[in-house]
Structure formats: structure tokens, C-alpha cells
């Protein structure tokens, strides 16, 4: 009975010892990142999944004073699996290679030893994204980052108010029950405190930043009519969010009124209106180059090389050939750059890019420029050809 018992033991010790290194040999492949250090042990199963990428990314966000337990604490909130968070993670690693392995992987703390570098770039955008106090940035928003002014030989006083909170405050809110009126199909309204340095890869591309700048003055004191001359100077600028493209801008000219002062309130609601209202007066111009971005924003873009012997005049032939001939996908085509030997050119269109590679190539990709010369795409090297027609026969 003792033996069977013992050889049961066995069984279970060995069926065990099987999946424990099934296990091991599924993380191996997983594996993408542990630890630069050899003299660190760690033990091989967390450093060959999600701790890998936790720890090498700490270390970057500690040597670079910034807040790993607040970043990850963010991270948490979003309650991710680890598959998804090791597909957020995974991007910000590069030129991965593995150096060593455990010889005995069944050691937990046998050292598996890799080589990487990171893209700093990414690992500021995703710490800016989880720490920004920002709503969902995959929402279409219209944002707002005002910089309400007044004159250095000024105080605050002297518009009717205690402090700039209380001029600036009733601005902002009303241009955000402006935008909210007229700009219907954006999901949110925010106001920003400042400009967004570095702007999160998720954020939706059809997503506005309108920046507002002004000052006021008071340029002169009547005292026998208690008045006082005001001059401000205004400009704003609407750009794509994640692009920073500007889409429409404008300078106002210097706005000269003459309010009375001896009501504080009456004053500062005066000059808050005349901040507003310019502002207002932009409405329809600003609803024009919304519906631009819409159009543009949801294009993808490539650039083509242009081959041959060409002419200034044989790119512009081609643009203009390549909107009539693929207007139906929505195609815009620029000149990016200029040789006469080899070319680029911005093809924007509907069509994701190897759709839009596709329909190129489509029909051996050849198509009649004019009378004498042919356009010739390669689907292989994604570039274009112009050739002489008696070249081609």
C-alpha cells in the first residue's frame, strides 16, 4: 500500500514538473525584456513577462525624476489584462536581444540577460498620457488654452475685479457654452491651463486646440467724465490637436472703447464682453476650417516616389491626373519634393495604405500620362515611373 502510495506521489510530482516547464517554455517565447544588470537575480518567470517591462520602465522613469508609483498607480485604473498591457508597453522597446539564457530554466532564479534600448520619445508620450488630467483623449474634443492678459502698468483693479480668476473665469465659461452651441458634434469642451508638450498617440485626430491671446491697456484716464480709454489686442490660432497643423488664425485689429469706471462691475462686464464677442465673431470662419480637418483627418497619407527624367510640369500633370482618376476614393496629391531625377510626392486618400497601393497597381499599374509619356507604378518598390511612350513600344 506504502508503494502505491509513493508511486502515485511520483506521478503527480512528475505530471506537475511537466506543466511547470510547459509553462517556462511558453514565457521564453513570450519573452521580450528582463533585466541589463547580470548581477541582478531575479527570478526568470517575472522578468520574462509583464515585470520585465515594469522594471526596465521604472528604472528609465526613476533616472529621469519622474513619478513611476503615480504612473503606474494611473495604469492600474485602467484595469488592463496583462496581454493588453504588455501590447502598451511592447512599442516603447526597442532593438530587443537576448544576450544569454538560463541554462537550467526550471531555477527560478537562473538569469536570462537581454539587450535593449528605449524610445524616449514614446515613454514621455505615454507618461504625459496616464498622468495628464485630460478626459478620454479618443473622444473628438474642441479644446480651449486661453491666455487672458492685461497690461504690465496695470492691476486687476483696474478692469473691476479682485483677481484675474474673476475676469478670465466668466470668459472661458461662456466661450465653453459657446463652443458646446456651435461646435455640436465634438463629444467634449476642455479647457486647457496650458499647451499640451507632449500630445498622447491615442489622441483622436479630429480633435481642436483653439489658443487665444490678448491684452488689455488702459491707455487713458478721463477723470471729469469718469471713463477711461481701453485698448486690446487679440489673435487666435485653431490647430489640429495631434497634428499642431494650423487650420484658420487671425489678428485682430487694436479694439479702442471708452467705458466708464466708477461701477466696477459694470466695467468688468464690459471689457469681458468685448473679449468674448470677438471671439464669437468667428464662428461661422471657424466652423469652415472644422469642416476641413473633418475631411482631411480621416485621410491617410504616403509619399511617392517619381522616377524618370521629368519636369516641374510632368509632376503637376501627375497630380492632377491621380485626383481625376481616383477622385472617387477622395485622392489629393502635392508635391513633397523636387529633382529632376527623383521626385516625392504627399498622395492623400480614403483608403487605407495598401488599398490605396492596391488600386495604384491595379491593371499592371499603367496608366497614359499624356501623349508622349506613360506613368508607370511598381507595386514592389511602391514608386512611380514616368517613361517616354516610344520607350515603352
Given at each position: 500500500m506504502l508503494n502505491k502510495s509513493i508511486a502515485l506521489f511520483l506521478l503527480v510530482l512528475c505530471f506537475s514538473f511537466n506543466i511547470y516547464a510547459e509553462e517556462v517554455s511558453v514565457a521564453l517565447k513570450k519573452d521580450t525584456l528582463v533585466s541589463t544588470d547580470p548581477a541582478v537575480k531575479v527570478p526568470v518567470l517575472m522578468l520574462m513577462t509583464l515585470n520585465g517591462y515594469h522594471q526596465a520602465l521604472t528604472k528609465e522613469l526613476i533616472a529621469r525624476d519622474l513619478d513611476s508609483d503615480k504612473f503606474w498607480a494611473k495604469l492600474e485604473e485602467k484595469k488592463l489584462t496583462d496581454d493588453q498591457e504588455i501590447e502598451l508597453l511592447k512599442p516603447i522597446f526597442l532593438n530587443v536581444t537576448m544576450l544569454s539564457q538560463p541554462a537550467n530554466p526550471t531555477d527560478e532564479f537562473e538569469r536570462s540577460?537581454?539587450?535593449?534600448?528605449?524610445?524616449?520619445?514614446?515613454?514621455?508620450?505615454?507618461?504625459?498620457?496616464?498622468?495628464?488630467?485630460l478626459p478620454d483623449v479618443t473622444i473628438k474634443t474642441f479644446y480651449i488654452r486661453p491666455d487672458i492678459r492685461?497690461?504690465?502698468?496695470?492691476?486687476?483693479?483696474?478692469?473691476g475685479v479682485s483677481k484675474a480668476e474673476n475676469f478670465s473665469g466668466v470668459i472661458v465659461e461662456s466661450w465653453k457654452k459657446w463652443a458646446t452651441t456651435q461646435f455640436k458634434n465634438f463629444g467634449n469642451v476642455v479647457v486647457l491651463d496650458k499647451d499640451l508638450t507632449q500630445i498622447p498617440s491615442n489622441m483622436n485626430a479630429e480633435s481642436?486646440?483653439?489658443k487665444w491671446n490678448s491684452q488689455l491697456k488702459r491707455a487713458e484716464v478721463f477723470q471729469d467724465r469718469k471713463s477711461a480709454r481701453f485698448e486690446l489686442t487679440a489673435q487666435y490660432l485653431l490647430v489640429n490637436t495631434k497634428t499642431?497643423?494650423?487650420?484658420?488664425g487671425f489678428d485682430f485689429p487694436t479694439q479702442k472703447r471708452e467705458f466708464t469706471i466708477y461701477n466696477p462691475k459694470d466695467l468688468s462686464s464690459n471689457l469681458a464682453s468685448l473679449i468674448y464677442n470677438l471671439l464669437?465673431?468667428?464662428?461661422?470662419?471657424?466652423?469652415?476650417?472644422?469642416?476641413?480637418?473633418r475631411a482631411t483627418s480621416t485621410l491617410t497619407m504616403v509619399e511617392i516616389k517619381v522616377t524618370g527624367k521629368h519636369g516641374l510640369f510632368d509632376i503637376t500633370q501627375v497630380n492632377?491626373?491621380?485626383?481625376?482618376?481616383?477622385?472617387?476614393?477622395?485622392?489629393v496629391a502635392e508635391l513633397k519634393s523636387y529633382s529632376t531625377e527623383a521626385s516625392v510626392i504627399s498622395v492623400k486618400s480614403t483608403l487605407p495604405v495598401e488599398s490605396l497601393y492596391a488600386?495604384?497597381?491595379?491593371?499592371?499599374?499603367?496608366?497614359?500620362?499624356?501623349?508622349?509619356?506613360?506613368?508607370?507604378f511598381s507595386s514592389e518598390n511602391h514608386?512611380?515611373?514616368?517613361?517616354?511612350?516610344?520607350?515603352n513600344n
Open positions: 540577460v537581454f539587450k535593449y534600448d528605449l524610445d524616449k520619445a514614446k515613454v514621455d508620450a505615454l507618461f504625459n498620457e496616464y498622468l495628464s488630467n492685461i497690461d504690465d502698468s496695470m492691476s486687476w483693479s483696474d478692469v481642436v486646440t483653439l499642431n497643423q494650423t487650420l484658420v464669437n465673431s468667428q464662428t461661422v470662419r471657424i466652423n469652415s476650417s472644422l469642416e476641413l480637418n492632377s491626373f491621380l485626383a481625376e482618376q481616383f477622385k472617387d476614393v477622395g485622392l488600386r495604384l497597381a491595379k491593371d499592371g499599374g499603367k496608366y497614359s500620362l499624356n501623349e508622349q509619356k506613360i506613368l508607370l514608386s512611380f515611373a514616368i517613361i517616354e511612350k516610344q520607350a
